[in-house]
């Protein structure tokens, strides 16, 4: 026997194994990591997103039809709308004394307030606040053009 003492315990042997088994782990981690920021080849420059509908221009009726064939005359593809299908009244707060607010609604868009005065629209101003109804007209203190009452409460 020439070491007489010389004996190993069952865990010495694993430590340096596991130690190796970590830094592999971790290589192994680094790797993956790195391959997965690799730069992809651009295809160009990133398009800018919208951030809402109201960024949209609406699109013109008569160069659409014309880029599509039509022949017609513009003003017989499509007429103005109607100013009472327009405007749509969602709530009125009538304080008296020439002072009010109104939800109005332009062209299907969600409700917004107005206060009297306001202008609505192009060419539209709020000209006064009822209890059920609000009157539009083209300035302030000119002649009522639109009448509009609050929808039917519902049940």
């Known amino acids: 026997m020439i070491i007489a003492n010389m004996h190993m315990t069952a865990w010495k042997p694993w430590m340096p ?3 190796a ?22 295809s160009g420059p990133a398009l800018p997103l919208l951030a809402s509908s109201d960024e949209v221009p609406a699109a013109d009726a008569a160069k659409l039809a014309r ?29 008296g004394g020439g ?5 109005l609604s332009v062209d299907g868009k969600p409700a917004k307030p107005y206060r009297i005065g306001a202008q609505v629209e192009e060419g539209w101003v709020l ?11 083209a300035d302030a203190s000119g002649p009522v053009r639109l009448q509009l009452e609050l929808p039917a409460r519902q049940p």
């Open 17 to 19: 194994r596991l130690a």
């Open 21 to 42: 088994f970590g830094v592999a782990l971790l290589l192994a981690a680094s790797v993956v990591f790195w391959v997965l920021r690799w730069p992809v080849a651009a």
């Open 67 to 95: 880029l599509l064939g039509a022949d017609a005359a513009p003003s017989a593809l499509a007429a103005a709308p109607d100013a009472t299908s327009r405007f749509r009244v969602a709530g009125v707060v009538a304080l």
């Open 99 to 103: 002072k009010g607010v109104a939800l």
């Open 127 to 137: 000209q006064s606040v009822a209890q059920r109804s609000v009157s539009l007209g």
